[in-house]
């Protein structure tokens, strides 16, 4: 017999079918023989409460999505390895064209806290590891919060996580170059749970903004 929480995903995938698939007109008879053209790639985090389809209302076709621990983007490395996050991002920028990329952070974000209290997560395992790769965002973090202790360490280093990621995605030769000659637009947007609020990142006054719905 089936658990209960899976029986409760199957009758979500009913209702999903129901929705998108109903009549000749269905959402997904426009979206077969191969086809997706998303004009937005988010890059956001593995956790459960800021998945980028449900927090922007999208449908399927809309959103290309990368999802990892911390929203993070590792710099430009084409040392042959596996490389996912990379790969999602070449494939959304050289294959689909996309017009935009998201880099989506959000508070309480536990690959954060991973990374400033690396003695809570398993030594020598891959999320200490993976989260290294925003080692200048905590550095810039516990900087800023040596000089205004107005906000938590943990909130400067999520803002601060985004950047690095916004950074290393201007290291993708690819995403220069798209910048460059199309006009692909990068975001870096915040999602505060507590208040159920997104902030931008500003580049002029380097900071986060409350976006204004
Ligand atoms: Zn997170």
């Known amino acids: 017999m089936l658990k209960k929480e899976i029986v409760r995903l199957l009758t979500g995938f009913r209702q999903f079918k129901e929705k998108f698939y109903a009549g000749d007109d269905s959402v997904y008879s426009k979206l077969q023989n191969g086809v997706q053209a998303p004009k937005t790639l988010i890059i956001g985090c593995s956790d459960s409460r800021v998945d980028p389809a449900i927090l922007s209302s999208s449908g399927p076709g809309e959103l290309f999505v990368v999802r ?32 935009n990329v998201i880099v989506l952070g959000h508070s309480q974000c536990g690959g954060i806290r991973a990374l400033l209290n690396p003695e809570n997560t398993m030594a020598g395992g891959f999320l200490q590891q993976w989260v290294k790769i925003a080692e200048p965002a905590k550095t810039r973090a516990i900087a800023l919060a040596s000089s205004d202790d107005s906000v938590p360490l943990w909130r400067l280093c999520e803002h601060e996580s985004i950047r690095t990621s916004l950074e290393n995605l201007r290291s993708f030769p690819f995403v220069a170059e798209a910048i460059e000659t199309r006009g692909l637009t990068l975001l870096g947007i ?24």
């Open 68 to 99: 990892n621990v911390a929203n993070l983007v590792p710099p430009f490395d084409p040392d042959g390895g596996r490389h996912g996050v990379s790969a999602a991002i070449e494939f959304a920028v050289v294959n689909l064209k996309v017009e």
């Open 190 to 213: 915040y999602f505060d749970i507590e208040k159920g609020e997104l902030l931008e990142f500003n580049d002029k006054t380097e900071s986060f903004t409350p976006i204004s719905l």
